[in-house]
């Protein structure tokens, strides 16, 4: 009993000490209130993507409908030019309900659009789309073969051969895992990692957000059920295999997050602080490749949901959020990498 009493008490001062800061007025945003639309044709949205085109635009997709898991949901896409989003467009709709895009941009300015349908995530089918033409136009959907489904929620890491590490996971009945799905030919085939779990605890972690680490290593950071915290793993070899998951001292509510490396060399983590609700939404920095982690801004601290978050630096240096807001609206913001 003395021992379980320690853990806890330490576990409570971690969380009080980790408190954030609240500078959300320093964030710049794109439009007067920094919602990608305002009245759409659909009541609800949800799990955005941000990614920028070799023209230097961005689009962000997400998927939308009358609720999640409804029949209508379809991916939705808008593109930000000269500081203005415009009309909303479907590009993709299956027989089933659809979930997760993930955006990226590949090195010849070809756009690939990854996303899944089922009627609820234990019986997903991935699909992959392509552009040439900066996301004017998409092609025919390529369907993955099955157990693959690419990037689950975060964009790929991109390796210096072009490889594509897709940070996918898998949920089923009383098991959850990720894994990291390996193409070398931009989704034509496929490889997988090992498993990844938490030791003990295989109904534990899904949606990872790949980035590279110190050392030449690659690190992963996890959504966590019943666990309270983020979960990190790392690989040596390129992301072919992986350490077991472990705790970070950052909490986690059983919602998404995300990870990107900044131009400057330090790592930016998206976030909610909190291990039961899915606010505030907060930003935290490492400097030492993931090891550590210091909160910096909150960008949403009202009640409500602000969740599925999606980070890109541009090629001019600033970064792009955009996540969810109470499941009726996609935000975007924009923030300087010095005011972090």
Same mark, same amino acid.
């Given at each position: 009993?003395?021992?379980?009493?320690?853990?806890?008490?330490?576990?409570?001062?971690?969380?009080?000490?980790?408190?954030?800061?609240?500078?959300?007025?320093?964030?710049?945003?794109?439009?007067?209130?920094? $919602?990608? $639309?305002?009245?759409?044709?659909?009541?609800?949205?949800?799990?955005?993507?941000?990614?920028?085109?070799?023209?230097?635009?961005?689009?962000?997709?997400?998927?939308?409908?009358?609720?999640?898991?409804?029949?209508?949901?379809?991916?939705?896409?808008?593109?930000?030019?000269?500081?203005?989003?415009?009309?909303?467009?479907?590009?993709?709709?299956?027989?089933?309900?659809?979930?997760?895009?993930?955006?990226?941009?590949?090195?010849?300015?070809?756009?690939?659009? $990854?996303?899944?349908?089922?009627?609820?995530?234990?019986?997903?089918?991935?699909?992959?789309?392509?552009?040439?033409?900066?996301?004017?136009?998409?092609?025919?959907?390529?369907?993955?073969?099955?157990?693959?489904?690419?990037?689950?929620?975060?964009?790929?890491?991109?390796?210096?051969?072009?490889?594509?590490?897709?940070?996918?996971?898998?949920?089923?009945?009383?098991?959850?895992?990720?894994?990291?799905?390996?193409?070398?030919?931009?989704?034509?085939?496929?490889?997988?990692?090992?498993?990844?779990?938490?030791?003990?605890?295989?109904?534990?972690?899904?949606?990872?957000?790949? $980035?590279?680490?110190?050392?030449?290593? +690659?690190?992963?950071?996890?959504?966590?059920?019943? +666990?309270?915290?983020?979960?990190?793993?790392?690989?040596?070899?390129?992301?072919?295999?992986?350490?077991?998951?472990?705790?970070?001292?950052?909490?986690?509510?059983?919602?998404?997050?995300?990870?990107?490396?900044?131009?400057?060399?330090?790592?930016?983590?998206?976030?909610?602080?909190?291990?039961?609700?899915?606010?505030?939404?907060?930003?935290?920095?490492?400097?030492?490749?993931?090891?550590?982690?210091?909160?910096?801004?909150?960008?949403?601290?009202?009640?409500?949901?602000?969740?599925?978050?999606?980070?890109?630096?541009?090629?001019?240096?600033?970064?792009?959020?955009?996540?969810?807001?109470?499941?009726?609206?996609?935000?975007?913001?924009?923030?300087?990498?010095?005011?972090?």
């Amino acid at each position: 009993m003395r021992k379980t009493s320690v853990l806890f008490l330490q576990s409570i001062l971690a969380f009080f000490s980790l408190k954030p800061s609240t500078a959300s007025g320093k964030l710049g945003q794109c439009d007067s209130n920094g $919602f990608i $639309f305002k009245n759409p044709p659909f009541k609800s949205c949800h799990a955005s993507t941000l990614t920028e085109t070799a023209e230097g635009d961005i689009l962000c997709s997400w998927f939308a409908g009358k609720e999640e898991g409804a029949s209508d949901v379809a991916i939705w896409i808008s593109r930000l030019k000269e500081g203005k989003w415009e009309d909303l467009t479907l590009v993709a709709k299956e027989d089933k309900p659809c979930w997760n895009p993930v955006l990226f941009t590949l090195n010849s300015g070809e756009i690939l659009l $990854f996303y899944k349908a089922g009627s609820h995530p234990q019986v997903w089918s991935g699909f992959l789309k392509s552009s040439k033409d900066h996301g004017r136009t998409w092609s025919v959907s390529l369907d993955l073969p099955a157990g693959v489904i690419g990037p689950v929620k975060n964009r790929p890491l991109m390796l210096e051969d072009q490889t594509l590490l897709c940070g996918s996971s898998w949920e089923s009945w009383r098991r959850w895992g990720c894994w990291v799905d390996i193409t070398q030919d931009q989704g034509k085939s496929w490889m997988k990692s090992n498993p990844i779990n938490v030791k003990n605890h295989l109904f534990g972690i899904i949606q990872p957000a790949l $980035f590279f680490s110190k050392n030449g290593s +690659i690190r992963m950071v996890t959504r966590s059920y019943q +666990i309270g915290r983020i979960c990190t793993a790392e690989s040596k070899d390129q992301g072919r295999t992986w350490s077991e998951a472990k705790l970070t001292n950052l909490p986690n509510p059983n919602s998404s997050v995300d990870a990107i490396n900044l131009q400057d060399g330090r790592v930016l983590l998206i976030y909610n602080h909190s291990e039961t609700e899915r606010y505030p939404l907060n930003l935290a920095i490492s400097e030492d490749g993931g090891d550590n982690w210091t909160p910096s801004l909150t960008l949403e601290s009202k009640p409500g949901e602000y969740s599925y978050p999606c980070l890109l630096q541009t090629k001019d240096g600033k970064i792009h959020i955009s996540y969810t807001w109470n499941r009726i609206r996609i935000k975007h913001i924009t923030i300087n990498p010095s005011d972090l």
